[in-house]
């Protein structure tokens, strides 16, 4: 029996692109039974170590016979949660859309994500991230000055506007149906999910405060909230914004006669000013001026320099799973047991799930079943 706030929650995962496996993961996290459907072929005896499938169990199960719908359909009267990552209309082809699951089991939370949503008239059309993240209107205010706007990889749609927005979605549900008794149909869209992350700047942008990308206090148009290079070629983070954090890092670097910070038509002679400054030290150099400082100014750490980091030691902000470090789950619930990391194995006992062992062994004869 898995521990957490979660245990005891059954979620079947339909597998899928990196955010409905994110979702589960944050759900396995804490402690939800997580079993993950995939194709038959896909599912083998060896571990799964991606770090989004910690944590979890795998079956594979063909979807496309009428007995893999059928078994499908038993597990899901045993579970808690489904999280289907398919167009809008592909699970209801199958025989397994949120009417089909509903009618055998009204308590159950039926996840469904997509990139644009189960209506309107992109909801057929294919995409990615970048796609639902530029018609959110949010990739247009990312990138510097002058230049095209810039996706910030695959975060913002995929996994929080996507994955996470899922997640948040499902305990939403279970916790409606402690009191209704009935289990709801979630309608993660990523270009929703994209839209709401971006609620602070709605106001700004439609009352003239929020500018054109590049060119405000948080979008790298300011020269206190910036990233600028060393003399070893490597980067630190100035984030310097309250005027007793600008003064103490001006403090700690020696600087005098700056530009006005105030006036935004000197921001770009500030900046140059800065750059020239972080240019005349090294990176770790620049790390022993401001340890300990209110200065707001830190290490531009690689991946691998952050497990080192010494308050991500100190947290034990990662931790190493098998041959992979993975950062620990988020976010940390006092108290609560530690979380079961390990890789998602084959569950081949799916008597639990209301599926006995000798039909599991009719079913993987005739390769229905992995």
Request: glycine letters at 12%; proline letters at 7%; aromatic letters at 6%.
């Amino acid at each position: 029996m898995r521990e957490g706030p979660l245990a005891g929650v059954r979620v079947l995962e339909l597998a899928g692109l990196a955010p409905g496996p994110f979702a589960g993961m944050m759900l396995a996290d804490h402690g939800a039974d997580v079993l993950r459907v995939d194709r038959v072929k896909a599912v083998t005896d060896r571990p799964r170590t991606d770090v989004m499938d910690r944590g979890k169990q795998t079956v594979g199960l063909d979807l496309k016979s009428p007995e893999g719908v059928r078994v499908f359909k038993e597990l899901a009267r045993n579970a808690d949660v489904v999280i289907e990552v398919f167009r809008p209309g592909v699970a209801e082809r199958l025989g397994i859309g949120p009417a089909d699951l509903h009618e055998i089991n009204p308590r159950l939370v039926y996840g469904r994500m997509t990139g644009w949503g189960q209506d309107g008239p992109l909801a057929p059309t294919a995409g990615h991230d970048i796609d639902y993240i530029a018609v959110s209107g949010i990739l247009s205010m990312l990138g510097r000055e002058g230049d095209k706007p810039t996706p910030p990889i695959n975060i913002l749609g995929d996994f929080a506007g996507g994955g996470l927005m899922l997640a948040y979605g499902v305990l939403l549900a279970l916790f409606e149906r402690e009191r209704t008794g009935k289990g709801r149909v979630i309608d993660a869209a990523m270009v929703d999910g994209a839209s709401i992350l971006f609620a602070m700047f709605h106001h700004g942008v439609q009352s003239g405060f929020w500018g054109p990308r590049g060119t405000n206090l948080l979008d790298t148009g300011a020269p206190m909230y910036d990233t600028y290079e060393t003399a070893d070629g490597l980067f630190v983070a100035v984030g310097s914004l309250e005027p007793q954090f600008w003064d103490e890092m001006v403090r700690l670097m020696e600087l005098s006669d700056l530009p006005d910070r105030g006036d935004r038509q000197q921001w770009p002679a500030l900046k140059a000013r800065l750059a020239e400054a972080f240019l005349s030290k090294t990176r770790v150099e620049w790390e022993a001026v401001f340890d300990g400082s209110d200065a707001c100014v830190s290490p531009v750490l690689t991946m691998g320099e952050a497990v080192e980091h010494p308050h991500n030691v100190a947290r034990e902000s990662f931790v190493q799973v098998g041959d992979y470090r993975q950062p620990v789950p988020a976010p940390r619930l006092l108290g609560a047991p530690a979380p079961d990391l390990s890789p998602a194995t084959r569950l081949t006992d799916l008597s639990a799930w209301g599926l006995d062992t000798a039909e599991a062994d009719k079913l993987r004869e005739a390769g229905v079943l992995a």
